[in-house]
């Protein structure tokens, strides 16, 4: 059992978002324009990340969070800051961030090195993997590829936008067209989760 750890030794003036969000405005005097518009990228500001990290649930012991676009890791970085402040932390913590722009990847790099200061303050675990690339080809390619990949990666939570340029631009290969999913079941059993998120581009009928 987790013992009931407490987060008064961060001092307050310390804010780890805020120090991320100077990254984020950092970043954005560098990045090539035409590359964020082509990716899609957008930069969450510090607020709407601390929105979207409130809502949150992630209370297991070991928390393996998954940021699928992290750009320079505003998203990701909220969410340390806000299981750091419960009075409950997590034993552990392992982050998952992709990002497929080689430019942002020094500033993520610099957020993650941020978190695993901020757990090592409270006394938790933390350990980070940065993968640069896409998300949803490389889980294709652990899934279609079993030979090359013990087994799928696996997360108790995830944040992160959804990728608004793919979403209005993407076009399918008639051979994509063949082996793309339109529709799922979904069976509540093999979900143990309290609640599930769709993307707002998936149809989701339910009958109950």
């Known amino acids: 059992m987790s013992q009931v750890r407490h987060s008064t030794i961060i001092p307050e003036a310390f804010s780890l978002v805020d120090q991320v969000d100077l990254v984020r405005l950092r970043a954005n005097k560098h990045i090539n324009q035409q590359q964020r518009v082509a990716l899609g990228q957008f930069m969450t500001p510090a607020a709407i990340a601390r929105l979207m990290a409130s809502m949150l649930i992630c209370d297991t012991e070991h928390v393996s969070l998954l940021d699928a676009g992290a750009g320079v890791g505003s998203l990701l970085s909220a969410a340390v800051e806000q299981l750091s402040t419960r009075p409950r932390f997590p034993d552990s913590l392992h982050i998952t961030a992709y990002e497929i722009d080689a430019q942002l990847i020094p500033y993520l790099g610099e957020t993650l090195q941020w978190c695993v200061h ?3 303050t409270i006394e938790v675990s933390c350990r980070y993997e940065l993968i640069q690339a896409d998300f949803i080809e490389d889980t294709v390619e652990q899934l279609t ?4 990949f013990a087994s799928p990666r696996s997360y108790t939570c995830a944040i992160l936008n959804p990728p608004y340029q793919k979403i209005q631009i993407k076009r399918f290969s008639s051979k994509e ?3 793309r999913v339109v529709a ?3 069976q509540p059993e ?7 998120g769709f993307e707002n581009h998936l149809n989701y009928f339910h009958a109950t």
């Open 118 to 120: 901020v757990c090592r």
């Open 145 to 148: 590829n079993p030979l090359f």
């Open 177 to 179: 067209e063949q082996c």
């Open 184 to 186: 799922v079941v979904h």
């Open 190 to 196: 093999d979900f143990p989760y309290t609640s599930i």
